[in-house]
């Protein structure tokens, strides 16, 4: 990080300082009253406060700090009828309010508290009013809270249909497939499982029947005959004579039947796969999906541009604010 940026960074604490208390003193006449009430001008922190409250535009802590200086003042001055009302208004507006004794003289804080005694009832009845007060805005506030993550939830939705894309895919298929054995036409319409089934079938009864084939051919015997009474320029006329011994008969019979059935079986499942993808067959298949089109990639910085920071001021509800704005 450089050394300017550093720089920018630790300033915008210091920054912050004054606006927060400038935002804690909004009302300067409320300021000014308890200056007066400080320096015991206590007649005029009345009339000040009087005017100050009739005036309105103060929010709750502001009204009681008004209250509070204008009874104690009022008390100071032995103006009772005065103190009570304003300390019986700080107290409606906070039932659970008191007087600081590190602050106020011991008797303005027992008449305050004698006070309180005998509003008892009545600030019950404002606390209650109170919770409920706040149990409905509670509840309010949950409420919206509800509404908010529910429209939030709604805007997801509705931007995650705008990225939907309908995808249609088309697949021709082709029609003397189906006659290929070892299940070709059934994986061609997708049905694997039972492609795999003919295939494996099939696979097998010709393998078998390959086997026996070769099994029975490695029976024979060839030997050579002489013929008595054929005779050839050469001498006597031979034949050969290709033959299976009587001693292997047995087995002769057993590799012909297995290599003739295992034949017959594999046409048989061949004929059935057939038949099975022809009555499946479609010339075509469309497909229909639902994809998200991708979001789009961030756009890189422009080459050769340096990073910049900036300090901006903007008002607020108490006062005003700083931020700063980093540029890369």
Known sequence: MSRGLCLALFLVPLLFVPLRAHAQESDPEVAAIRSNFEYGKYAEVIDRAKARIDRGNLNEQQLADLHELAGLAAFNLQRMTDAERHFAAMLRLDPDSSLDPFVVPPPAV???????????????FLRQERRLRQERARGEA?????ERLAAEEQRRRVEALARQVTVRTVEKRNFLVNFVPFGAGQFQ???????????ATEGVLAVTSVIAYFAYEALFETSTIELDDVLTE??????????????????????RLLKVGSAAGFYSIYALGVADALYHHDDQVVRTSIEERPEPAPSAPEPGRSPSARLQLFPTSGGLGAGLTLTF
């Open 189 to 199: 319409q997708g049905r694997n499982s039972l492609g795999i089934i003919f295939a």
């Open 234 to 255: 050469t001498g006597r006329a031979s034949i050969t004579v290709r033959y299976i011994p009587t001693r292997r008969s047995g087995q002769a019979d057993a590799w």
């Open 142 to 146: 949950e409420r919206r809270e509800r």
């Open 110 to 124: 027992a008449y305050f508290d004698k006070l309180k005694e005998r509003m008892a009832s009545e600030l019950e």
